[in-house]
């Protein structure tokens, strides 16, 4: 299976939806830790991709779950966050709509 390629702070982001919590950061690195114990460690260079290489380990090792549970759960988060989007953005506009039809009167 291949991995999408997602950006540390998109990586970050789901991370905190599964429950882990920012720990500490030393340099250009994240701790996140889980409430049951479980720590993974996310290097933010820039607006970068993490390399395919690490989101697994970190997926195996750090997660402690498969592949296809992980990209379930990631397109899962990313359907959650882009419905969260549209929402807020279709609320702009009509807040904007009823603004601009008070402005005649």
């Given at each position: 299976m291949?991995l999408?390629?997602?950006?540390a702070?998109?990586?970050?982001?789901?991370l905190?939806?599964?429950?882990?919590?920012?720990?500490?950061?030393?340099?250009?690195?994240?701790?996140l830790k889980a409430?049951?114990?479980?720590v993974t460690?996310?290097?933010?260079h820039g607006?970068?991709?993490?390399?395919?290489?690490?989101?697994?380990?970190?997926?195996?090792?750090?997660l402690?779950?498969?592949?296809?549970?992980?990209?379930?759960k990631y397109?899962?988060?990313k359907?959650?966050?882009i419905?969260?989007?549209?929402?807020?953005?279709?609320?702009l506009?009509?807040a904007?709509?009823?603004?601009?039809?008070?402005k005649?009167?």
């Open positions: 291949r999408p390629l997602i950006k702070r998109d990586l970050l982001k789901f905190e939806w599964l429950g882990f919590k920012p720990v500490r950061m030393k340099g250009s690195h994240v701790r409430e049951d114990g479980r460690t996310v290097p933010i607006n970068k991709e993490i390399p395919r290489g690490l989101l697994r380990k970190i997926i195996r090792e750090d402690q779950m498969g592949l296809e549970e992980f990209v379930e397109n899962e988060f359907r959650i966050v419905a969260a989007w549209i929402e807020a953005n279709v609320t506009k009509i904007k709509a009823m603004l601009n039809s008070t005649g009167v």
